[in-house]
């Protein structure tokens, strides 16, 4: 999943080095330096990658602290889903 998320991630980015580069520390907005819109496509393909709804109205954008942080929610989430 993290290796997934680093994926979407240098995707998003345009910068194929960032799946290789990044570690699992790393804060998704500050240090991978996400503006607005790429953060916004960063959750879209989130959601299509992962299968998932995220809910905008209560996300808690702390969960982006770290890819580590991002993979639990994530997996959190998706274990919880009705299938």
């Known amino acids: 999943m993290k290796q997934k998320i ?5 995707e998003v980015k345009e910068n194929p080095e ?6 699992d520390e790393a804060d998704i907005v500050n240090e991978v330096g996400l503006d607005s819109l790429q953060l916004v496509t960063f959750l879209f393909r989130l959601e299509e ?3 998932i709804e995220i809910d905008f109205e209560n996300f808690d954008y702390s969960d982006l602290s770290s890819i580590n942080c991002l993979a639990k929610v994530l997996t959190a989430h998706t274990s919880v889903m009705p299938t």
């Not at 680093?6 to 240098?10: A, C, Y």
């Open 6 to 10: 680093k994926s979407i991630l240098s």
């Open 18 to 23: 960032l799946a290789v580069s990044l570690s």
């Open 49 to 51: 990658a992962f299968d």
